[in-house]
């Protein structure tokens, strides 16, 4: 069961392993995207249908009794989950015979819930992992069969560390699954402290407040790659922040002053240099190109 991108590597893992047979593979339905509002499949399903999964089940709601019913005609030995999308219930839990495995993005306790990737850069942690847990009706509150840590760098979106996670989720499931379902590894309760939570996220949590610290600013533009895009506002309009970085410096929160040949803007702490910014409709523009249309940018307060 799995949705993004980062839940592919694990799948692909599963169908090449000569000792495991996927009989079916479980994803979010369809969903219209784009100006064409065309359907778009899921990255699992596609990676699914390219391999010639057998069976693709794609219920609006697990909970539904059709939709239960599908997947219990599958009778899986074992479910392996990764960035499905919803919530399994107790009789979901209970039907595989070796119960629900999660490939969850983060080192737990630290980071359960919905966006664990995107928590742990905004949190300015010096590095991540991922675990492999026996799922519970909890929320990511299973206990642990493995865990993999993987250092956060400087320059790390959500989308670059979700794309090595998603690759160490899966050598990581190769190595356990097999030890799991032998009875040579046992799950072990998760510890009571560090216990952390994420939301999931939404477009109005990457609106930049300036009288934020710089670098947490910075943090966010980077979090919020590729989706929803950390922002502000600039003459009435939404103006997206692809990259920055900080420097020592002062100026008034939200004023935009000339920093070299790009622009910088004034927060709570420091100075936040824009790299690349984008306006509504057009191209995400390296900060130069944007000023050499727009040289009224500087002097520009944003956020109003």
Not at 68 to 80: H, N, S, T, W, Y
Not at 119 to 127: K, V, Y
Not at 224 to 245: D, E, H, M, V
Request: glycine share 10%.
């Amino acid at each position: 069961m799995g949705t993004p991108d980062i839940a592919v590597p694990s799948l692909q893992a599963l169908l090449a392993h000569p000792d495991f047979e996927v009989v079916g593979v479980v994803t979010q339905p369809d969903r219209r995207a784009g100006r064409g509002r065309k359907l778009k499949f899921s990255p699992v399903k596609e990676a699914a249908l390219t391999a010639g999964a057998p069976t693709i089940l794609q219920p609006a709601r697990l909970r539904e009794p059709e939709a239960f019913r599908a997947l219990a005609a599958l009778q899986p030995e074992i479910i392996v989950v990764a960035a499905y999308g919803q919530i399994l219930r107790p009789e979901v839990l209970d039907l595989p015979h070796h119960g629900c495995i999660n490939v969850h993005a983060s080192l737990l306790p630290r980071w359960r819930g919905a966006s664990p990737i995107t928590a742990a850069i905004l949190a300015g942690d010096p590095q991540t992992g991922v675990t492999i847990m026996q799922m519970d009706p909890g929320m990511d509150t299973g206990p642990i069969l493995s865990q993999r840590a993987e250092v956060i760098r400087p320059d790390d979106t959500t989308a670059s560390l979700g794309q090595r996670l998603g690759q160490l989720g899966a050598e990581l499931l190769i190595e356990t699954l097999p030890c799991y379902l032998e009875g040579k590894i046992g799950p072990k309760p998760q510890p009571d402290v560090g216990v952390t939570t994420c939301r999931l996220v939404k477009k109005e949590h990457a609106r930049i407040d300036w009288t934020r610290a710089a670098v947490e600013i910075e943090r966010m533009v980077r979090a919020y790659q590729p989706w929803p895009g950390a922002f502000t506002t600039w003459r009435g309009q939404n103006l997206k922040i692809g990259a920055a970085s900080t420097v020592a410096g002062e100026a008034e929160v939200g004023h935009v002053i000339a920093w070299g040949k790009k622009a910088a803007v004034g927060t709570g702490a420091g100075l936040l240099v824009i790299e690349k910014a984008q306006l509504p409709g057009k191209k995400m523009l390296d900060i130069r190109d944007f000023l050499r249309g727009r040289p009224d940018f500087i002097g520009a307060e944003l956020g109003g």
